[in-house]
Nanobody, 129 residues
Framework: QAQLVESGGGLVQPGGSLRLSCAVSGFTLEYYAIGWFRQAPGKEREGVSCLDSSDGNTYYADSWKGRFTISRDNAGDTVYLQMNSLKPEDAAKYYC??????????????????????WGQGTQVTVSS
């Protein structure tokens, strides 16, 4: 069974930074995608960023590009989301997700929640002074 565990959330001041981690395990397939999503109360889950092994690309939603960066630590089987210049409206529960069959080539599919097979339980990010 594929498993994803998020960590690194917490309370941060506006303008501050956090680095979220997603530890992945349970699959060794060649083609996959790992995405970061967030969901605030009463709102739909939205894509933040993703990386896709099938085309070798990373993708970002326009709203977060330039502030957030996705990366992977291959040795540690961990995917990160570096979040800078955080705003109060960034407060949400952040999830990582995995597609483990073919990858998700293309920006739209990679940032769409229904494209993914497995989900972590999320980590809460609060941005407040």
């Amino acid at each position: 069974q594929a498993q994803l565990v998020e960590s690194g959330g917490g309370l941060v001041q506006p303008g501050g930074s956090l680095r979220l981690s997603c530890a992945v395990s349970g699959f060794t397939l060649e083609y996959y995608a790992i995405g970061w999503f967030r969901q605030a109360p009463g709102k739909e889950r939205e894509g933040v960023s993703c990386l896709d092994s099938s085309d070798g690309n990373t993708y970002y939603a326009d709203s977060w590009k330039g502030r957030f960066t996705i990366s992977r630590d291959n040795a540690g089987d961990t995917v990160y989301l570096q979040m800078n210049s955080l705003k109060p409206e960034d407060a949400a529960k952040y999830y990582c997700a995995a597609e483990v069959f073919r990858g998700l080539p293309g920006r739209l599919g990679c940032l769409t929640p229904t494209s993914y097979d497995y989900w972590g339980q999320g980590t809460q990010v609060t941005v407040s002074s």
